[in-house]
């Protein structure tokens, strides 16, 4: 039987004014691992994940930004797959 530990994994990514980018980066790197730019993942409590929306939240403009989180609940349809030297990457070639 498979125990479940109640986490998630998460790929986070935003487009926001260069006014908050600095908070919204402060606030992604305390809940998950930066990845390239503007884009974030790792795992995440459900817990966590509702304190890091919330933070996010209270720091965007809702009508200038965006942020997206793209959640994984399961190991079954999680791979991953890097093609070239991950300090060279942009944003075009994350692929899920």
């Known amino acids: 039987m ?5 986490y998630n994994y998460m790929f986070l990514f935003y487009d926001v ?4 980018v ?7 790197k305390k809940y998950l691992s ?3 730019n503007s884009v974030f ?5 459900p ?8 933070e996010l939240n209270a720091v965007i403009n809702k009508e ?7 959640r994984l609940t399961s190991d079954e349809v999680f791979a991953e797959e890097t093609l070239g030297n991950k300090t ?6 994350l692929i899920i």
């Open 34 to 36: 930066h990845y390239q």
């Open 88 to 93: 060279n990457t942009t944003c075009e070639d």
């Open 17 to 20: 004014s260069e006014k908050r």
């Open 41 to 45: 993942r790792g795992e995440i409590t």
């Open 22 to 28: 600095q908070k919204v980066f402060k606030i992604c």
């Open 2 to 6: 498979k125990k479940n530990l109640h």
């Open 64 to 70: 200038q930004d965006f942020v997206c989180f793209i």
């Open 47 to 54: 817990a966590n994940f509702i304190k890091l929306r919330k």
